[in-house]
């Protein structure tokens, strides 16, 4: 079965920095697109940034663009988020997602979640 289990979340300071994992399991994800999202309270799941499992293109949204960078490693089958300078906007749970094809901005899109991390941000 396909298991995503995100870490990495917690509390940082505004302008600080996180870096959030997605271990990946299951199976290989040639073929997929990974995502990030997060989902702060009272709002819906918002794209961040997805990665092309075998080429390693990657997108992003234009908020996101320029603080936040989407990685991979393939021979730890992990998917990573590096957060820079971030916000009391940022504070929200992360979620990492696999899609089966080209990338996509939106849930219902992605075939495969995992349960979450809380970035919580001060001010």
């Known amino acids: 079965q396909v298991q995503l289990v995100e870490s990495g979340g917690g509390l940082v300071q505004a302008g600080g920095s996180l870096r959030l994992s997605c271990a990946a399991s299951?199976?290989?994800?040639?073929?997929?697109?990974m995502a990030w999202f997060r989902q702060a309270p009272g709002k819906e799941r918002e794209f961040l940034s997805a990665?092309?499992?075998?080429?390693?293109?990657?997108r992003y949204t234009d908020s996101a663009k320029g603080r936040f960078t989407i990685s991979r490693d393939k021979s730890k089958n992990t998917v990573y988020l590096q957060m820079n300078s971030l916000k009391a906007e940022d504070t929200a749970v992360y979620y990492c997602?696999?899609?089966?094809?080209?990338?996509?901005?939106?849930?219902?899109?992605?075939?495969?979640w995992g349960q979450g991390t809380q970035v919580t941000v001060s001010s």
């Open positions: 997602a696999a899609r089966r094809g080209t990338w996509g901005a939106f849930p219902r899109e992605y075939d495969y």
């Open positions: 299951g199976r290989t994800f040639s073929g997929y697109n």
């Open positions: 990665i092309n499992w075998s080429s390693g293109g990657t």
